[in-house]
């Protein structure tokens, strides 16, 4: 998946001789909490609602004054951007290093779009198969070639089909695979699994 597919485009956008007040207005009205800065068709900056209420909080030293000052005067300047090309993974974690809530997206110098947490992790649902009705399988196995195949290969064989598989490392030389298949019998799947010599994590052993 890719930013192209879950970024918002169009994308609001506001100059940077725009009053916070209207700035403001506009996020309150559209229910966001980013703006981009455009200038001449260049990105210029960004501005957040987090951005506009300190600057025009008593905590600003020229004073509250929402109606007077612009949003040049305190936008982020250096932003981050991303492509429409990039993997979603890669957004989210710049982002996550970053400690920031958007990344405009350009293509060619112009911006197409922004992408925001809520976004990715609208993403998440959708690589994960969670929002599809389906069973869940979460098994532990040896890091190494051919295990994954194995279980994929066991689940073929009963003739379940796989919406989703997301593997990532564990300590100690194994890998956990999350499974979303075509199934909500997963208990037998489970068992029958545990009787192939997988590690089965979820769904857990049901007591007897």
């Known amino acids: ?52 209420r300190l600057a025009t909080s008593h905590l600003n ?29 890669e957004a989210a974690r710049v982002m996550r290093e970053r400690k920031i809530g958007s990344l405009p997206v350009l293509e060619d110098g112009s911006l197409v779009g922004i992408v925001t947490g809520i976004d990715l992790l609208d993403a998440l649902l959708k690589l994960t198969g969670v929002t599809e009705p389906s069973g869940r399988l979460e098994v532990r196995l040896p890091d190494r070639p051919g295990e994954l195949a194995r279980l994929t290969g066991f689940l073929a064989g009963k003739g379940i089909n796989i919406h989703s598989l997301l593997s990532y490392p564990e300590d100690g030389d194994f890998v956990r695979a999350v499974v979303r298949v075509n199934t909500l019998e997963t208990h037998l799947l489970a068992e029958g699994l545990r009787q192939e010599g997988f590690e089965v994590i979820w769904p857990p052993k049901k007591p007897w």
């Open 61 to 89: 030293p020229k004073g509250p004054c929402p109606g007077c000052t612009q949003v040049g005067e305190v936008m982020t300047k250096d932003v981050i951007t991303a492509h429409p090309l990039d993997p979603v993974e």
């Open 1 to 52: 998946m890719l930013v192209k597919d879950v970024m918002r485009a169009p994308v609001l956008s506001v100059g940077p001789e725009w009053t916070h007040e209207d700035a403001y207005k506009l996020l309150l009205e559209r229910g966001i909490r980013h703006l981009p800065v455009v200038a001449d068709g260049r990105l210029v900056g960004i501005i957040t609602d987090r951005d506009i």
